[in-house]
């Protein structure tokens, strides 16, 4: 599903104010201690608390091989000023359906700035633009009404709760179903909604997830 293009560690898309990238070893740190956190990893599905400190390396070297392999797209959330300071991630994931999965978390100290609305848009601009693919689906849980707002400010409609396996969390939770179709993604870009991105330069990826940032199941 994920073109050449996305398949190297040298891929990078750059937002107003983010940089994202591919995972690094050197990431680990502060994703213990940010993915650690109990208040980021209960929203998530995957995300255990606490965070065993020999499942970080692990981790990102998974993340490293799927986007190689094309599998998935799993991009680190950095400031544009720092690129190396590892904020939260994002991802794009397969389904059967053949319609990609978004998810996306931020570390605490970057709630409420806006970076995930800016992350979850750049991703959004990118998968619609190099990918073939009718619509984009996210979930979030419906205690976390902030993660909600992010994917409801970035297009996406509700479709409905169920209960979802959230293996990190023991059990099925109520959660919400959110899709964001290419028709709709086309007309938000083309009337220039307020808030919205700009899709990055793909050309410039080469070379190289509002009112609040809290997670949604990844």
């Known amino acids: 599903m994920f073109p050449e293009l996305t398949r190297d560690d040298v ?21 213990l201690r940010l993915a650690g ?5 209960e929203m998530t599905a995957s995300i ?18 799927g986007n190689a392999l094309g599998e998935h797209l799993v991009l680190a959330i950095t400031p544009r000023s720092r690129p190396n300071e590892l904020i939260g991630m994002i991802g794009a994931h397969k389904q059967a359906t053949g319609v990609p999965f978004i998810g996306y978390w931020l570390g605490t100290p970057h709630w409420g700035k806006g970076y995930a609305t800016e992350a979850v848009q750049a991703l959004i601009d990118t998968l619609f633009s190099l990918v073939d693919v009718p619509a984009v689906d996210a979930d979030t849980r419906v205690i976390n009404p902030a993660s909600r707002r992010v994917l409801e400010k ?45 899709a990055p330069e ?14 949604c199941p990844a």
């Open 154 to 198: 970035s297009g996406f409609r509700p479709e409905g709760s169920f209960l979802k396996s959230l293996p990190a969390r023991g059990g099925l939770f109520p959660c919400e179903q959110f899709r964001l179709d290419r028709s709709t993604w086309s007309a938000l870009k083309s009337w220039g909604t307020s808030g919205w991105a700009h």
């Open 11 to 31: 891929f990078r898309l750059e937002t107003r104010r983010l940089w994202l990238r591919w995972p690094r070893m050197a990431d680990t740190s502060a994703i």
């Open 37 to 41: 956190e109990k208040a980021v990893a």
């Open 202 to 215: 793909l050309a410039g990826a080469t070379v190289a997830e509002d009112t609040s940032g809290e997670p």
């Open 48 to 65: 255990p608390h606490p965070y065993p400190t020999d499942a970080v390396e692990p981790f990102v070297f998974a993340m490293r091989k």
